[in-house]
């Protein structure tokens, strides 16, 4: 029986944003059970719940805003927490983005796993697709499928000699998101770092914190953590997006160039479509997995 997870005990970080450049300094807390995620703006005193429906902006990272207080970058924490099945959690910081670390997720599941997990009276609910369902949005696609487990495809292309296109599969749990995911780094091109800083972005923004591509390839001296990195990252983006649905998605998503935006407008999407999806409790998938097998 999965039951609902939260953290044992307070634990804090500190960093400077990706994009505001500003330090901020974060505390994570315990939280009860059916609380959700909750970002709390210490310096406004103003809650922001990680859902959909408080979402500002999805320009170069994602957004999350209310009453005239926002945070930027949330999408690297919320795919750590949940990678590691954090369904509760409280998160007080004193500045307006969460701190980019190494600008993976590696960093982030270090410092919820120092707080250690801690198991809530509850189970937790699963969003679990039972039919089809087909976003489009210019260029990108994200679909959904019913599947006996949590995976994700994810197709990336860059007309760059170094980046092409990329795919990857992967059956999603607490294991291969920390060994195959969480480390890969934010990216960016040279060539587009003069446009972000004019747009009040990247202020933050160096090769200690993110791969950057020039002409002739990667200019960060440590080389890349995997040799698709690339298509990597953007599935841990896309993990701490879908996360703003509220559930766990108990399916196949499938999804090709697809950025913030297009993720978010997807999770709308679907959560519009109640004919494609059911809630369902983590005993519910145990036993239609058995029966599964057990026709296999």
């Given at each position: 029986?999965?039951?609902?997870?939260?953290?044992?005990?307070?634990?804090?970080?500190?960093?400077?944003?990706?994009?505001?450049?500003?330090?901020?300094?974060?505390?994570?807390?315990?939280?009860?059970?059916?609380?959700?995620?909750?970002?709390?703006?210490?310096?406004?005193?103003?809650?922001?719940?990680?859902?959909?429906?408080?979402?500002?902006?999805?320009?170069?990272?994602?957004?999350?805003?209310?009453?005239?207080?926002?945070?930027?970058?949330?999408?690297?924490?919320?795919?750590?927490?949940?990678?590691?099945?954090?369904?509760?959690?409280?998160?007080?910081?004193?500045?307006?983005?969460?701190?980019?670390?190494?600008?993976?997720?590696?960093?982030?599941?270090?410092?919820?796993?120092?707080?250690?997990?801690?198991?809530?009276?509850?189970?937790?609910?699963?969003?679990?697709?039972?039919?089809?369902?087909?976003?489009?949005?210019?260029?990108?696609?994200?679909?959904?499928?019913?599947?006996?487990?949590?995976?994700?495809?994810?197709?990336?292309?860059?007309?760059?000699?170094?980046?092409?296109?990329?795919?990857?599969?992967?059956?999603?749990?607490?294991?291969?998101?920390?060994?195959?995911?969480?480390?890969?780094?934010?990216?960016?091109?040279?060539?587009?770092?003069?446009?972000?800083?004019?747009?009040?972005?990247?202020?933050g923004g160096s090769l200690d914190n993110a791969v950057i591509l020039g002409d002739d390839g990667v200019l960060n001296k440590s080389g890349l953590r995997?040799?698709?990195?690339?298509?990597?990252?953007?599935?841990?983006?896309?993990?701490?997006?879908?996360?703003?649905?509220?559930?766990?998605?108990?399916?196949?998503?499938?999804?090709?160039?697809?950025?913030?935006?297009?993720?978010?407008?997807?999770v709308k999407n679907l959560l519009s479509a109640a004919d494609c999806w059911e809630i369902v409790s983590d005993t519910d998938i145990e036993y239609a997995?058995?029966?599964?097998?057990?026709?296999?």
């Amino acid at each position: 029986m999965r039951l609902q997870r939260t953290i044992k005990q307070e634990v804090s970080f500190a960093g400077i944003g990706l994009h505001t450049g500003a330090h901020v300094s974060v505390k994570l807390k315990p939280a009860s059970r059916d609380s959700g995620i909750i970002f709390h703006r210490i310096d406004k005193n103003v809650m922001i719940r990680a859902h959909v429906g408080e979402v500002s902006d999805t320009a170069f990272a994602t957004s999350l805003g209310h009453n005239g207080a926002r945070i930027k970058t949330v999408e690297h924490f919320l795919a750590a927490a949940s990678g590691l099945g954090i369904d509760n959690l409280i998160i007080e910081l004193d500045g307006p983005e969460i701190p980019i670390l190494d600008g993976s997720s590696t960093g982030l599941i270090d410092i919820i796993l120092r707080g250690g997990i801690a198991k809530q009276g509850k189970r937790r609910s699963y969003l679990r697709i039972t039919k089809p369902i087909f976003f489009e949005d210019g260029h990108s696609e994200i679909a959904a499928f019913p599947h006996n487990g949590r995976r994700l495809t994810y197709r990336i292309y860059f007309n760059h000699h170094l980046l092409g296109e990329q795919k990857l599969t992967l059956e999603l749990n607490e294991e291969t998101f920390a060994r195959e995911v969480a480390p890969a780094r934010t990216f960016g091109f040279v060539k587009d770092v003069e446009y972000l800083r004019a747009n009040g972005l990247a202020k933050g923004g160096s090769l200690d914190n993110a791969v950057i591509l020039g002409d002739d390839g990667v200019l960060n001296k440590s080389g890349l953590r995997f040799k698709d990195e690339f298509v990597r990252h953007k599935m841990l983006d896309f993990i701490g997006d879908i996360s703003l649905i509220g559930f766990p998605i108990y399916g196949h998503l499938v999804a090709s160039k697809a950025g913030h935006s297009t993720n978010i407008k997807f999770v709308k999407n679907l959560l519009s479509a109640a004919d494609c999806w059911e809630i369902v409790s983590d005993t519910d998938i145990e036993y239609a997995r058995v029966n599964a097998l057990a026709y296999s």
